[in-house]
């Protein structure tokens, strides 16, 4: 197609993009986001009720919420406001406010669609509040992040939060085959380059038909296949802010994917936080905690091999050092998994604070002075290491803990079994001596 806007029926002084064109004109025609809008979803419900109430709508870009809002505001027939938090300050929404007055005055209401919301500041969101709870506007507010973070609790409290999926192959699909019914030609593109081109989109659809649009303007005879689509179109970066949700929810499945021994899954997500851009130190020091907190004594190598991985990358930097990095994540992926280390040693914190200043036992103490040595301090004292067993049976808990607790309880896997065997006969020991001095 050698010239789309003139296949469009445009002037060139006034091209509109494809992803404009094609912008779905009824709620039944927006891709991707049935679990809204099908006739048991939330929205279509609520339109079918001819109750519109404020909402906010959250999603990854290119999944359709100003063209929900635009819908909304047709179905309901309501006046369509549009700000950006991005471009707007208090004065637009001062001036947006007293327009929606002013309709609301003469019978017309008005949906105030704000793109960006969690942009606005938590003054600027609570000056909203008023004019929702009086119905001045119904408010659709649309935001990439998670509004719980970022929306004011009180303006989160008076609106419905709806949440919008990236488009999957199956929608992306749907868009392409629209745009070619309405260009009238099928896209130049082998079927591995056409399911290239959907996930170069990242779940995308303005950003799909914008590639879309870049292919037709290549004006090609013959299919394009997929290493050169590659070279001809340029791949954006995932979508990833490490200062925000996304951030949090990759390092969270890496860990997870450990913990859960797939070193397949946890290489992915090692990888998706790299080329997004997520500084390799950071991954270090959690990988660091991964080792003590879901590796402990199974394994005591992991931790040697995770703090390595961390040197290793000090000192070769990127890309080469990140290798040290993916070698201790698979490590510990594949390594045997015990936390009795992290769980006894949060049930000792508690127990420590639940008793307060309790002394060790009179044996145990140090005696540097004679008073202390009459005291008692010391007294009976076994030198653990001449005991036969190399372990004398001797109490180290405070006289007043009666019952002396089991904060490191081993599960058996890797090395915890070999020191799950000691252990037994150690607390053997203390329990039978217990027993010879009661």
Known sequence: MSNLFEAAGLEKGAPRPLADILRPASLDEVAG?????????????????????????????????????????????????????????????????????????????????????????????????????????????????????????????????????????????????????????????????????????????????????????????????????????????????????????????????????DPDAALYWLARMLSGGEDPLYVARRVVRMAVEDIGLADPSVLTSALRAKDAYQFLGSPEGELAIAQAVVHMAVAPKSNAVYVGFKAAMRAAKETGSLMPPAHIRNAPTKLMKDMGYGKGYEYDHDAPEGASGQDYFPDEMKDRPIFYNPKGEGAEGRILERLKRWRELRENRRGRDS
Not at 203 to 226: H, M, Q, S, W
């Open 33 to 261: 986001q049935g679990h809204l809008l099908a006739d048991n979803g939330p929205i279509a419900r609520m339109v079918a009720a001819g109750r519109l109430s404020s909402v906010i709508l959250w999603g990854p870009p290119g999944t359709g919420k100003t063209t929900i809002a635009r819908l909304l505001a047709q179905h309901a027939n309501l006046h369509f406001e549009s700000l950006s938090a991005v471009f707007s300050g208090v004065a637009d929404l001062r001036k947006a406010f007293e327009a929606a007055k002013g309709r609301r005055a003469a019978g017309e209401g008005t949906l105030l669609f704000v793109d960006e919301i969690h942009r606005f500041n938590r003054s600027q969101q609570d000056g909203f509040l008023p004019y929702v709870e009086e119905g001045v506007v119904t408010l659709i507010g649309a935001t990439t992040e998670n509004p719980s973070f970022e929306i004011n609790a009180a303006l989160l409290s008076r609106c419905q939060v709806f949440v919008l999926k990236r488009l999957d192959d199956a929608a992306l699909e749907t868009l392409a085959q629209r745009a070619e019914t309405y260009l009238d030609a099928p896209l130049p593109l082998t079927q591995g380059a056409r399911e290239t081109l959907k996930a170069l989109a990242d779940g995308d659809g303005r950003y799909f038909l914008n590639l879309v649009e870049e292919v037709y303007a290549l004006d090609r005879k013959e299919p394009i296949e997929t290493a050169e689509l590659s070279e001809l179109l340029q791949r954006r970066a995932p979508v990833y802010d490490k200062d925000r949700e996304e951030h949090y929810n990759l390092i969270s499945a890496l860990h997870k994917s450990v913990r859960g021994s």
